[in-house]
């Protein structure tokens, strides 16, 4: 994983990239509590299809759930880059399942443009916007939407110590 800064003086947004099905995905740095390597995860049970299971983070349990379920993309193969980013969506600590980390980086706030028209008719409530880092094109999540009012309902109902949504 690498890091990389923004020049000095500009308005910037640092995020951490990570890889989802080939693609390439960007939360707030804010929102992201660490970044653990994948460890032991207990399924649970009658669980809803995006939750991998919970896991125990020294001490503390928290669900795991798979990013690409989620978001709506098929299951992935578990590698030796796969990643669990320790995140805060909408005040529920999780683990979230990534492919891969790449880097942490300070994109300038002018480089995030709103989701395009072509895909504003699927779903993109998740997306703060898309930002162009080197010759590719990053997605930049609105971590605090990326659960759905079910989802998150439904990770309540699993564990009674997590907020109700």
Known sequence: ???????????????????????????????????????????????????????????????VVDLRRLLGFPPGEITRRSRILIVEFGGQLLGAIVDAVTQVVRLPSSSLEPPSRVVSRVETAYMRGV????????????????????????????DPQLPPP
């Not at 094109?137 to 989802?151: G, P, W």
């Open 1 to 63: 994983m690498r890091v990389v800064t923004a020049p000095s003086g500009v308005d910037e947004l640092p995020v951490v990239c990570f890889e989802l099905a080939g693609e390439s995905y960007a939360a707030d740095i804010g929102h992201v509590r660490e970044i653990i390597r994948r460890q032991d995860i207990a399924p649970i049970p009658r669980a809803p299809d995006f939750v991998e299971g919970m896991t125990n983070l020294r001490g503390r349990v928290l669900p």
């Open 131 to 158: 930002a162009a880092l080197g010759e590719s094109l990053v997605v930049v999540l609105d971590v605090d939407r990326v659960l759905t009012a079910a989802q998150s309902k439904a990770l309540a109902t699993l």
